[in-house]
């Protein structure tokens, strides 16, 4: 969320000296909706702005896009500096560009959305975020600028494409219990799922490996532990394969 120039000009020089290009152009910038589950909710990763506008307020990570970088290198840089997130899961979601969404000037964001295995991450608040923090979904604050349309906006797209792409596996650890992964789908959706069907249909896809293992240190009986073939996934989609839960 650091600073940069709301109007570039393009130098001739580096365009071979055949034009000039005099045009106020909008600022870009990159916000990120971070989701992660635990055993009761899905969770929302926000931080708290250090510096105006909103300062004090909660708000999707996020900031300026550098000249010298691409979008996903962008948001991936400010994800790190803000929250000390690195190597997660990443995907554009939608451009927000409408008038007045930021009082600094036309800003024009490019958003997107993260999934965070909540046990392989600690956050921690860097640069212009004051506090970062997990939100439980349903006790977000307000947030700055238009960040609740964003976030609205990825969690409808998490929902749709949980259900026809496997990347409710990015939110767990890479060995899990049925258990856990219809809690995983139950907390994006909203809503129960009937165990027997759902169990049904995702060992239906052969994409779940059981293992010779079942968890530990719980005090009911021990479930058996699977693991989700990513490798067999890829081979099966380019294939054709349909995923669908």
């Given at each position: 969320?650091?600073?940069?120039?709301?109007?570039?000009?393009?130098?001739?020089?580096?365009?071979?000296?055949?034009?000039?290009?005099?045009?106020?152009?909008?600022?870009?910038?990159?916000?990120?909706?971070?989701?992660?589950?635990?055993?009761?909710?899905?969770?929302?990763?926000?931080?708290?702005?250090?510096?105006?506008?909103?300062?004090?307020?909660?708000?999707?990570?996020?900031?300026?896009?550098?000249?010298?970088?691409?979008?996903?290198?962008?948001?991936?840089?400010?994800?790190q500096e803000e929250t000390g997130l690195e190597k997660v899961f990443l995907e554009q979601l939608y451009t927000f560009g409408d008038l007045g969404r930021d009082p600094r000037g036309?800003?024009?964001?490019?958003?997107?959305?993260?999934?965070?295995?909540?046990?392989?991450?600690?956050?921690?608040?860097?640069?212009?975020?004051?506090?970062?923090?997990?939100?439980?979904?349903?006790?977000?604050?307000?947030?700055?600028?238009?960040?609740?349309?964003?976030?609205?906006?990825?969690?409808?797209?998490?929902?749709?494409?949980?259900?026809?792409?496997?990347?409710?596996?990015?939110?767990?650890?890479?060995?899990?219990?049925?258990?856990?992964?219809?809690?995983?789908?139950?907390?994006?959706?909203?809503?129960?799922?009937?165990?027997?069907?759902?169990?049904?249909?995702?060992?239906a896809t052969g994409l779940l490996v059981e293992l010779d293992e079942v968890e530990r240190g719980v005090a009911h009986r021990a479930a058996r532990l699977y693991r989700f073939d990513?490798?067999?996934?890829?081979?099966?989609?380019?294939?054709?394969?349909?995923?669908?839960?």
């Amino acid at each position: 969320m650091s600073a940069a120039p709301l109007a570039a000009r393009v130098d001739p020089e580096r365009h071979g000296g055949s034009y000039a290009y005099d045009h106020p152009r909008p600022a870009v910038t990159v916000d990120c909706v971070v989701f992660g589950v635990d055993e009761e909710d899905l969770k929302i990763l926000l931080v708290r702005r250090g510096i105006p506008p909103f300062e004090g307020r909660w708000a999707l990570p996020g900031g300026f896009v550098r000249e010298e970088e691409d979008l996903p290198s962008a948001a991936r840089r400010e994800l790190q500096e803000e929250t000390g997130l690195e190597k997660v899961f990443l995907e554009q979601l939608y451009t927000f560009g409408d008038l007045g969404r930021d009082p600094r000037g036309r800003v024009i964001s490019v958003a997107y959305y993260a999934l965070v295995k909540l046990g392989d991450h600690r956050v921690r608040a860097a640069t212009d975020a004051r506090e970062a923090r997990w939100f439980a979904a349903g006790d977000v604050p307000r947030l700055a600028f238009d960040h609740d349309r964003i976030l609205a906006t990825a969690r409808a797209r998490l929902q749709g494409k949980v259900r026809y792409q496997p990347i409710g596996f990015e939110l767990l650890p890479p060995k899990f219990t049925l258990t856990q992964l219809q809690r995983v789908y139950e907390k994006i959706l909203a809503r129960p799922l009937d165990k027997r069907n759902f169990r049904k249909k995702l060992l239906a896809t052969g994409l779940l490996v059981e293992l010779d293992e079942v968890e530990r240190g719980v005090a009911h009986r021990a479930a058996r532990l699977y693991r989700f073939d990513r490798r067999k996934y890829e081979q099966l989609e380019k294939d054709g394969f349909m995923f669908e839960v």
